[in-house]
């Protein structure tokens, strides 16, 4: 997960928040004392899903500085750029680890229509934040990688279960996206152009929706279909199990998810 922790750096200089508008910025990660930035060689709309399946590697390999601001002028500098600049129409897809995101994704992104980015790490951030209690006081504690995992893998759920008023769809599930493709696509274009973001995506473009599906959407990745056949998960123990069900109680997951 993106953290302050990623890089080595040496102070340069004190620059005006406003540099951080240029396109070749992005935020990088946050916590309870700063917002981090990351300087692009190449604008941040070049970045989609279709060339950089997962930002979180990219945002750290392609990193030319990093900036911080402190949280709480961040707050307020955010909501100031809001409020006087006008963004573009914005739909936030919330995904699970390994539930078909990047097919789904690619699925979306359409030139000249929409612009789709893959897993920028700032969510996972915020989202694992969220669940594991980071910014408050009553803060989960995993202590390995499966517990790690699990407040990952889920977050999404947990979220989408609290605040279900908030979404414009129910959830949608992998074998959805595979095996009802055109159904499952249509609604999914209905809903997001009937939001009040203000993009449209018509269904002229289902047709080539559906192509992602002829292409491993992680060609390339070290989880391409090559690369994941020989990959096993570890089998999990009691104890394991017994910190999982611990989790899921705080999370109010029911136990058909687990």
């Not at 790490?121 to 790690?148: A, C, H, M, Q």
């Not at 990952?152 to 279960?161: A, E, I, S």
């Not at 599930?173 to 095996?179: A, G, K, L, M």
């Given at each position: 997960m993106a953290k302050k922790e990623d890089f080595i750096s040496l102070f340069e200089s004190i620059e005006d928040m406003a540099c951080l508008l240029d396109e070749h910025w992005a935020i990088y990660s946050l916590d309870k004392e700063f917002a981090y930035f990351i300087l692009f060689p190449n604008p941040v709309s070049s970045y989609n899903i279709i060339n950089h399946q997962f930002l979180w590697q990219t945002y750290y390999e392609d990193a030319l500085k990093i900036a911080k601001m402190p949280y709480k002028r961040f707050l307020t500098w955010s909501k100031s750029i809001e409020k006087n600049k006008n963004p573009p129409p914005t739909v936030m897809i919330q995904t699970s680890a390994?539930?078909?995101?990047?097919?789904?994704?690619?699925?979306?992104?359409?030139?000249?229509?929409?612009?789709?980015?893959?897993?920028?790490?700032?969510?996972?951030?915020?989202?694992?934040?969220?669940?594991?209690?980071?910014?408050?006081?009553?803060?989960?504690?995993?202590?390995?990688?499966?517990?790690?995992?699990?407040?990952?893998?889920?977050?999404?759920?947990?979220?989408?279960?609290?605040?279900?008023?908030?979404?414009?769809?129910?959830?949608?599930?992998?074998?959805?996206?595979?095996?009802n493709t055109e159904e499952t696509l249509a609604s999914v274009f209905k809903a997001i152009s009937q939001n009040k973001s203000g993009l449209e995506m018509p269904e002229t473009l289902l047709e080539s929706a559906k192509s992602r599906l002829e292409v491993d959407s992680q060609q390339g990745t070290y989880i391409s279909r090559e690369k994941m056949k020989n990959v096993y998960v570890t089998p999990k123990n009691e104890e394991n199990m017994k910190r999982i069900y611990e989790f899921a109680e705080i999370f109010e997951i029911p136990k058909e998810w687990l």
């Open positions: 390994r539930s078909g995101s990047t097919l789904f994704g690619g699925m979306l992104h359409h030139e000249g229509y929409s612009v789709v980015y893959g897993e920028p790490p700032i969510f996972s951030v915020l989202v694992v934040g969220y669940v594991t209690k980071y910014w408050d006081e009553k803060r989960l504690k995993p202590k390995n990688i499966k517990e790690y995992a699990f407040c990952f893998y889920m977050g999404p759920y947990v979220l989408y279960r609290k605040h279900q008023d908030l979404f414009d769809m129910p959830i949608i599930w992998y074998d959805q996206v595979v095996n």
